[in-house]
C-alpha cells in the first residue's frame, strides 16, 4: 500500500486548510496524562522503529521506487472512492514522489529516557516549504506506531522498580530480577506489530520472554546482536496438551520422563495445575525428590489458574496445602537456605512460575506476602501477559502529537489550544520548544526561538532521507537502568 494512505481520512485534504502561503509545520509528540496511580514518567521507546520501517522503509519500497504514473492512478482512485471525485488533487504528491525522500527533521530525546508527563518526547518539522502539510500528515501513523511500545516499555519498567525493590530487600541473587519478569504476552496482543512493539518494550527492563519476533525487533531497528548480547531468552517449558496426553493417571510418570529423560540436566519448567496441583506438589514431587535433586539444573513448577497471590503465598485462612502454597510446599520438600538478609531460598534445583493474570498490584502483592511469610521474593518468576500489556490504549498516558508553531509567508506563528471545556489535559505547549535538565529531570520550555530550539536535549537523529542517531538497545536499556536526565547517555 502507498504508505501516504496510512493515515485517519480527514488528513488527506487539510493541505488546502491551512492558510495560504503556509510553509512550516512544527509539532510534538507528549505524554499528557497518566492513568496509572503513582506513574508520572513515561518510557520515550519506539521511534527509531516508526523512521526506520516507515519514513525510509516502506516510502522506499512502497512510494519512492514505484513508477510514479501507478502510483498516482492509485492515489487517485482511492481517493475518488472515499471522498467523490478528487478535489485534493496530485500535485502535491507527485512532487514528494519527484523528491525521492521524507523531508523532516526529528529531534529526540534518548530512547529509553525516562520522560515527565507533559514534557514533549520529540518534535519534528517540514524541511522544504512546500512540503508543509507532510508534517501533521504523519500524524495518525506515528501515533499507531509509538504509543505501544512506549506504554509497555513504562509499564515493564514498573514491574521492574517493584521487583528491584523486593530483591534488594530479600534475596541474595538480585541480578536474577533480570529473569524474574517473563513476557507470555504474544497471543493475546492485538496483531504481530503490536506483539513484537510490546515485546520489545518489555526487553528494556528484562531478558525473559517468550515473544521470539522481539528479539529480531532489535537485531533489525535497534543494533542488538543475540551472538554477543543477551537480547532475550527462555528455557523448556510444556503446556497443557503435553501434559493431558500422559493421563491423569500418568501424570507422575509423565513429570519423571521430563526431568530424566526429555531434560536430564538443564531448567525446564512443567505446568502443574492441570488436575491437581496440590497433588503434584505433595505426592508426585516428594517422590522425585532424589531425581530432580540429582539433577544439573532446576525444575520450575507452573501453576496457571487460581488467584496468583493465594496459589503462590497461601490461602488466608485454608487449611493443608491451600494454606501453605507453592512456596512453602516446595521448601518443606526440598529445603534451601537462608541468606544474609534473614530469608529463604529454596535449593537450586527447584523453582516456581506463575503466568496468569498478573498485575502490578498482585506482582507486589506476591512479594509483599512472600516477605511476610519469611521467603526471598526471587523464589517465584511472573509471567507477564497480555492482561498487563494489552489492557491499555492511547489515552493510558495521554499520548498526543500537536502542532505548537507554524510559519506563513515567512512569519512565525505560535499555535497552542487551551479549550475551556478541558481539564487541562489538552492544553499545549506554545510555538517552538526545547527541552532542559532541571534538578536530574527534563523540564519543557516553550515559545522560545529558533535559536533557543537549537539547543537543549532534544538532538536530531532523522534530517532528509537520512538517521542521524542510530541507538543501539545497550545504549537504551542503560538509559533506561539510570532513570533520571542527570545521567542520560551522551547522544554524540
Sequence with gaps: MNPLLYTDGYKLDHKRQYPNQTTLVYSNWTPRKSRIEGVEKVVF????????KYIIEDFDTNFFSQDKEVVLKRYTRRINN??????????????????????MVFKALPEGASVPIRVPMFTMY??????????????????????????????????????????????????????????????????????????????????????????????????????KELVGGSVAATEHSVMSMGTNAGEEETFKRLITEVYPNGIVSIVSDTWDLWKVLTEYLPNLKEEILARDGKVVIRPDSGNP???????????????????????????????????????????????????IERATEICERLKANGYASTNVVLGIGSFTYQYNTRDTFGFAMKATYGEVDGEGRTIYKDPVTDDGTKKSAKGLIKIDIENGEYVLVDDVSWEEEKTGELIEVYRDGKILKDWTLEEIRACLKQGSAQGQLNPA
Design 309 to 359: 497471590a493465594d496459589i503462590i503465598c497461601g490461602e488466608p485462612g485454608a487449611e493443608g496445602p491451600k494454606g501453605k502454597g507453592v512456596v512453602e510446599l516446595l521448601w518443606e520438600t526440598f529445603g534451601g537456605t537462608v541468606n544474609e538478609k534473614g530469608y529463604r531460598e529454596l535449593d537450586s534445583h527447584i523453582g516456581a512460575i506463575y503466568g496468569d493474570s498478573i498485575t
Design 82 to 103: 472515499y471522498l467523490g471525485e478528487n478535489s485534493v488533487g496530485i500535485e502535491h504528491i507527485s512532487e514528494l514522489h519527484d523528491l525521492g525522500y521524507i523531508p
Design 45 to 52: 521507546f519506539g521511534l527509531q522503529y516508526f523512521i526506520k
Design 126 to 227: 517540514n524541511t522544504i516549504p512546500k512540503f508543509f502539510w507532510l508534517t501533521n500528515y504523519f500524524e495518525t501513523l506515528l501515533s499507531t506506531t509509538v504509543w505501544l511500545p512506549c506504554n509497555s516499555a513504562t509499564i515493564a519498567n514498573q514491574y521492574r522498580k517493584i521487583l528491584d525493590r523486593y530483591a534488594e530487600e530479600t534475596s541474595s541473587i538480585p541480578a536474577f530480577v533480570d529473569w524474574q519478569g517473563h513476557d507470555f504476552s504474544m497471543r493475546g496482543m492485538a496483531g504481530l506489530e503490536a506483539a513484537v512493539l510490546s515485546g520489545a518494550g518489555h526487553l528494556l527492563s528484562f531478558t525473559g520472554t517468550d515473544t521470539i519476533p522481539a528479539i529480531d525487533f532489535l537485531e533489525d531497528y535497534y543494533n542488538a546482536d543475540s551472538d
